[in-house]
């Protein structure tokens, strides 16, 4: 069985993608099972497809040793119940928001001007944008 690239079309055997692993395609689209490979390619909002993806902000700070991005919110609202994008030059991840805390504090919603504490599944990095998922 072979998952094919979004963006260019190119054929991957399945068993490249046991545990979760995830493989750059030539074309620079990153290619994976977690999230269903439609959704994977460049970063930019109002893609096409099953999924629309709208710009909520940026990362302005990583903490390694407790996994939080600090996520500046400069478009539109977050809720702890939805489901966000993170990419940048190292990173391309989807996840639901689990967790958020202004100054140590948790919160169910974040606005423009905020800069919420997200935990995340992977290390992210400064600068990398965050889009909001919605169906």
């Known amino acids: 069985m072979a998952i094919t690239c979004p963006r260019c079309g190119m054929g991957f055997d399945v068993t490249l993608f046991q545990f979760g692993h995830r493989v750059l395609c030539d074309c620079g689209s990153w290619v994976d099972l977690r999230r269903g490979h439609m959704l994977t390619g460049p970063c930019f909002s109002g893609q096409d497809g099953p999924m629309a993806e709208v710009r909520l902000g940026r990362v302005t700070h990583y903490f390694p040793r407790i996994e939080i991005a600090a996520v500046e919110i ?3 609202t977050l809720r702890a119940t939805d489901t966000i994008r ?5 990173v391309d991840l989807t996840q639901a928001v689990e ?4 100054d140590a504090q948790p919160v169910d919603e974040a606005t423009v001007g905020q ?3 997200i935990k995340t599944i992977e290390p992210v990095s400064a600068g990398d944008q965050v889009f909001k998922i919605v169906p």
């Open 115 to 117: 800069v919420v504490g």
């Open 86 to 90: 993170i990419c940048g030059t190292s």
């Open 74 to 76: 400069a478009d539109g």
């Open 99 to 102: 967790s958020m805390q202004i």
